[in-house]
């Protein structure tokens, strides 16, 4: 059990061992009960039906034994620890509005949003713990650990939920329009949709965590990684300490890359092919800790389908598409990936789009389950006075803050975009029972759909505004905006309820951090997109952008519109897409033999290169599994997250400082 003595928290109460029948114990074996409670629990039982205990008054009734009130009585300490402090909110905004700039680097480079709850848990614990340890007058006390954890939800809001959009539907409608979204429409737009993803997640919480306890696999382990750093200060301290040099070292490669041109891009490879050289294809080494990083963190399955895919489509497909005129040659030799990419997104795109509706499809169980828990989540509760309702978020919070949100959604589509009333209202309400799906399906398997959502709402509105790529690409956002930060928020959420925290706080430490989150990722991302043309070179290659615009181009041109080739090619994406998850479905056993729609689809709209490192960083962590485990476990996640940290980090600053002269210049400033 986790002891944290700090000067707010008072004297100890009585524990004891508690294993509830119905459930495994939580991490922590020893209990918090207040004197009380346990008086109460210790009372004896008498069975005579005649006998009735005397009355006294003002004597609490025992707790309900069902699971919401085992926790309450079992677990919650949320009155006795310190949580929503102002240290807490200012040090998880700080740390989520530049973990927001590292997934929009991330994001623009890989299509890939990365989760930043046990990279904020680290890093604040190491800032504070140094602060507390430089300047003891100036920071007496240490963190607690539901401190901690309320830092994370606040750093998770704002780095997670502000950006996914950006790089997706926003940056998709840059290409498809030439032209930036207003930065006063852009920021509300942002705003309201992590907003209403926030509230979203509200009536979901109590009943998929404390009723359901559906598992959130992330959240206990964010769970597991700050009882670890509040239990053992030297292996706390030595995770803190190889994520900060990870992310010096990270930072010191975009520096010498980047800024003093000291090493190149990319290593170029010998070879030919096609009489072409390699790097004419993208097959070259990308000297980048980012990429590697994050295929360290994804997992072998899917970079290893990812190295395959991209063999397929750059080394073979590419250069036999160029000889039959799809690819046009000239562009080639100007823009290597943009001519490719232009061809072979629409494959790529219908591989994760086929295989991730088939998916969708195939767990309909997790649709029935989730729809039909819409009577226990609205239903009414007891009438008597239950302790849950001072804690817990009210319902009222929701109804008024999805009806806020959602209708400043439906002002923007209208007025910004010009989407029917009617329509907007359709994409919110479908924004509901989407989130539903997505939030179970991250319960029940730590795999959050957003991009499935996303599609099925372009298909949707593909019928509903045939030839209107702006509405369907901006009523898609807010799908995938909304659905995929409500699941992600119920994964801190997860956290706070194994550790005790208190629900209705660590809510309000969530709508803290959108305000830190969008004022700086909107900006950012202005800054480092400053027109259309960067947008799919190697640069940002934007991949989740290419697929967004390539599929409501798509529904609003048709298929005449693309190359023969191309027609084939997403027909034979589709398949693909269908055949693989029938297989894993099939043959769970040799899942692991199966390539990953996902891996494979994704190598078709990023670079070569790209696949090549995040390969080889999946293959350094998964030798490293299997050869010293426990370093593994201690280790990659600390390391990785740092590696990304950095390097994202400096890279956008210097992204930034190279940009900013030319706005400048631009305004006439200069």
Known sequence: MVRFQDKHVPPRPVHRAVTPPDRPPPYGRLEFFHPQERDVLSQPSDPSPTRTPPEEPNQAAPLPDDPEHKWLREVYQGDRVPQLTFRAILMGSLIGGLMSLSNLYVGLKTG????VAITACILSYAIWTSLHTLFPRLFPTQMSILENNCMQSTASSAGYSTGGTMVSAVSAYLIITGGHIGWEILTLWTFF??????????????QMINIEQLKFPSGIAAAETLRSLHSHGGEAMSKARSL???????????????ALAWIPAHLSLPGMLAGRPLGMWTINFDLSGVMVAAGALVGWRVTWSMVLGGLVCYGVLAPWMTSLGAIDARMLSESPYRAIVGWSTWTGASIMVASGLTMFAMEWRTMLRAFSGLTAIFGKRSAVEDPLEAIEVPAWWFLAGAGV??????LVLHFAFQTSWWMGVVAVLATFFLALVACRATGESDITPVGAMGKITQLAFGFLAPSNMVTNLMTASVTAGAAGSSADLLIDLKSG???GANPRRQFLAQFAGIFAGTLVVVPAFYLLVPNAAILGSDTWPAPSAQVWAKVAELLANGLSALHPTAQAGMALGCLVGIALP???KSFPRQRHLIPSATGLGLAFVIPFYNSLSMFLGAAIATLLQIKRKALAERFVVPVCSGVIAGESLVGVGIALAMAIPGILNSLGIL
């Open 405 to 410: 949100s959602g209708l400043g959604c439906i």
């Open 582 to 584: 029938l297989l894993e």
């Open 497 to 499: 309820y194994l550790l």
């Open 193 to 206: 949709l992590a907003a209403l993803g926030v509230f979203m997640a509200i009536p979901m919480k109590r």
């Open 244 to 258: 900060g040099l990870a992310g010096l070292a990270g930072g010191v490669i975009a520096l010498v890359r980047d």
């Open 112 to 115: 890939w949003a990365l989760g």
